[in-house]
């Protein structure tokens, strides 16, 4: 019987990483192991935690070189409380990416990568896939009252995940696509929004991983959790029978 590693290795595929707060540890976990079974995309799409995940992966860092820097790090590296529409300025946010990211553009990056931002002047999700990648990537993780806008080619720019949470708005036409759907627990959305169901689309196999610890600027040592969670929850999944929703 076809598994879910059968039908990602018959043609290329896009990986959707959506977005949830500190969800880049799980995301990363389900790089790690894509990477271990050598079923690695060909393009990825993302929005918030999916769009740091896929941009830093996209930009040349391997799954494991990921899980290294996610492991180390510290509040400090992005925490810088000041005054304005929001806690942090994102400076040292900023700075970090910049450091850890091996290349500086899209057009650089080893596969074709598009993230979502939201524009605060038109109201509306913009697909981000050329130009400076460290400037996108800071705008796609810029959630509303804990960071400041992100100034973009003069457009302030704040999280993608705000309209586009499955983090999809960069998709291709006809695209394979395996998407990693981060279940949400953000109080502020209906439990029956639309944004926080699976979204249906031909050619989509949803991948939901249960367990996750629940993580954050205080509660990073769990960090480490989440990727191995993560990672166990692929690897099953890619050894089962294929259907397009897969709960691991």
Do not use: N
Request: proline share 6%.
């Amino acid at each position: 019987m076809r598994s879910l590693g059968d039908w990602l290795g018959e043609q290329p595929y896009t990986l959707g990483l959506s977005s949830g707060f500190f969800g880049f540890f799980a995301h990363t976990g389900v790089l790690i192991a894509l990477d271990e079974a050598g079923l690695l995309p060909s393009a990825v799409v993302g929005s918030s935690a999916g769009a740091l995940c896929g941009g830093l992966w996209a930009a040349g860092l391997s799954p494991c070189a990921m899980r290294r820097e996610l492991e180390a790090l510290q509040r400090a590296d992005f925490w810088d409380p000041a005054v304005g529409f929001g806690v942090l300025r994102g400076r040292r946010f900023r700075e970090k990416l910049e450091t850890l990211l091996p290349v500086t553009t899209f057009e650089a990056c080893r596969v074709d990568l598009a993230v979502s931002v939201f524009d605060l002047l038109s109201a509306r999700t913009q697909v981000v896939d050329s130009g400076h990648l460290a400037s996108a990537l800071h705008a796609s993780c810029a959630v509303p009252f804990m960071f400041q806008p992100c100034l973009r080619d003069g457009r302030p720019l704040l999280d993608g995940g705000i309209l586009d949470r499955h983090g999809l708005a960069g998709l291709k036409p006809g695209a394979r696509v395996l998407y990693h759907h981060l279940r949400s627990r953000s109080p502020w959305r209906r439990r029956q929004s639309a944004a926080l169901m699976i979204p249906e689309r031909a050619g989509l196999a949803a991948l939901v991983i249960g367990g996750l610890p629940r993580l954050g600027p205080f509660r990073l040592a769990e960090g480490s959790t989440a990727i191995q969670v993560a990672r166990d929850g692929t690897k099953r999944a890619l050894d089962e029978p294929f259907r397009f929703t897969r709960y691991a």
